[in-house]
């Protein structure tokens, strides 16, 4: 793994974190990571099981960004 994509992975989780904090864009974050990371690693969001639940006409998707965000851990942790 590279250092630029190790600094990219590591941005992204912070981002998942602070993501916890409001519903709002929680469905965009995912949605971009998704591809994102379906780009570097293939397979990427497979397991990623989707939940969300709409809350005043807004999915709630920080279940999946906490899912997302272990697995970036994990590539992490496996680089």
Not at 3 to 15: M, T
Not at 19 to 36: D, P, R
Not at 52 to 62: F, G, M, P, S
């Amino acid at each position: 793994m590279t250092e630029i994509l190790r600094n990219e992975i590591e941005k992204d989780i912070v981002r998942c974190q602070e993501a916890q904090n409001h519903i709002e864009g929680s469905q965009e974050l995912f949605n971009e990571l998704t591809h994102k990371y379906d780009e570097v690693f293939k397979n990427f969001s497979h397991g990623i099981t989707q939940y969300a639940k709409a809350i005043a006409n807004v999915y709630d998707y920080r279940r999946e960004l906490n899912n997302l965000k272990s697995k970036l851990e994990g590539k992490l942790l496996n680089s």
